[in-house]
Antibody, heavy 119, light 105 residues
Framework: QVQLVQSGAEVKKPGASVKVSCKAS????????MHWVRQAPGQGLEWMGW????????RYAQKFQGRVTMTRDTSISTAYMELSSLKSDDAAVYYC????????????WGQGTLVTVSA | EIVLTQSPATLSLSPGERATLSCRAS??????LAWFQQKPGLAPRLLIY???NRATGIPARFSGSGSGTDFTLTISSLEPEDVAVYYC???????FGGGTKVEIK
């Protein structure tokens, strides 16, 4: 069965970087785009960008351009999202989500990774 | 950038009642609209894709309609387990609406 398992919670200081991983299993990792979505406490969903695990190509939301980097390691079926220059309002749960071929939308999600930003 | 506006912000209904949630796009998104359900502490779950197609395993009481700029998610007979926040999303730039919280009276 398809599973996306994310890395554990992180606590970072303002100005630092965080790298969240998303390990895929149960399907061909390189065959499906992976997106990242975040959710601040008590707030809605915010799309951050995607990576094509096959080519490594990426597209980022304008808001995060220059601060976010999405990469992948196909040998271990894992996608990564790194966010730099963290600010207090980057505190959120970060999700990876796969785009399904039939739905052309997010059919499977990771469990989420809580990132806390505190001095 | 396409902006999605959801209404109402909160919907409070009794079990068995019909729930109607609205999503309006600032410009046409054709039928490229999806609905997600999110329960507290959990990741969102895809309910409806391409405006009116139920995702795998989604009960028939959930239905979607609309095209262009106006879309509706209907829960035909509200169940207690449907308490959640519902988000619409469009695929042009993958943005989400602000959400509608569904409560049981």
């Amino acid at each position: 069965q398809v599973q996306l398992v994310q890395s554990g919670a992180e606590v970072k200081k303002p100005g630092a970087s965080v790298k969240v991983s998303c390990k895929a299993s149960g399907y061909t990792f390189t065959g499906y785009y992976m997106h990242w979505v975040r959710q601040a406490p008590g707030q809605g969903l915010e799309w951050m960008g995607w990576i094509n695990p096959n080519s490594g190509g990426t597209r980022y939301a304008q808001k995060f351009q220059g601060r976010v980097t999405m990469t992948r390691d196909t040998s271990i079926s894992t996608a990564y999202m790194e966010l730099s220059s963290l600010k207090s309002d980057d505190a959120a749960v970060y999700y990876c989500a796969r785009v399904g071929y039939r739905e052309l939308n997010f059919d499977y999600w990771g469990q989420g990774t809580l990132v806390t930003v505190s001095a | 950038e396409i902006v999605l506006t959801q209404s109402p912000a909160t919907l409070s209904l009794s079990p068995g009642e019909r729930a109607t949630l609205s999503c309006r796009a600032s410009q046409s998104v054709s039928s490229s609209l999806a609905w997600f359900q999110q329960k507290p502490g959990l990741a969102p779950r895809l309910l409806i894709y391409a405006a009116s197609n139920r995702a795998t395993g989604i009960p028939a009481r959930f239905s979607g309609s609309g095209s262009g700029t106006d879309f509706t998610l209907t829960i035909s007979s509200l169940e207690p387990e449907d308490v959640a926040v519902y988000y619409c999303q469009q695929r042009s730039n993958w943005t989400f609406g602000g959400g509608t919280k569904v409560e049981i009276k």
